[in-house]
Nanobody, 123 residues
Framework: QVQLVESGGGLVQAGGSLRLSCAAS????????MGWFRQAPGKEREFVAV????????AYADSVQGRFTISRDNVKNTVHLQMNSLKPEDTAVYYC????????????????WGQGTQVTVSS
């Protein structure tokens, strides 16, 4: 089992920044690739970003490429999502998730999920 707890969400104006964090406990954190997903009201959960077990490889959704940065600290067992130039369409509940395999973008490929943190971007 891997337990994941997100933090750092909040209300921000368009153009602003937020940094989300996800703290992991349980099994060996460095064995898992870590992803961020988001879900807006009435929409399906969608991929945002993923970082490999070592942190050397990352991938992003086209909608956040160049604005968001994912990183991890395998000593502190945390993964972060730095979000810059936020837009109202970034408003959603953001979830971190863990998978032992690859750099997947599909929801079904992830085994463990946090409870989510709300991000609201006002125009």
């Amino acid at each position: 089992q891997v337990q994941l707890v997100e933090s750092g969400g909040g209300l921000v104006q368009a153009g602003g920044s937020l940094r989300l964090s996800c703290a992991a406990s349980g099994r060996t954190f460095s064995n898992y690739a870590m992803g961020w997903f988001r879900q807006a009201p009435g929409k399906e959960r969608e991929f945002v970003a993923v970082v490999s077990q070592s942190g050397a490889s990352t991938a992003y959704a086209d909608s956040v490429q160049g604005r968001f940065t994912i990183s991890r600290d395998n000593v502190k067992n945390t993964v972060h999502l730095q979000m810059n130039s936020l837009k109202p369409e970034d408003t959603a509940v953001y979830y971190c998730a863990a998978t032992p395999r690859g750099l997947p973008t599909g929801v079904s490929r992830y085994e463990y999920w946090g409870q989510g943190t709300q991000v609201t971007v006002s125009s």
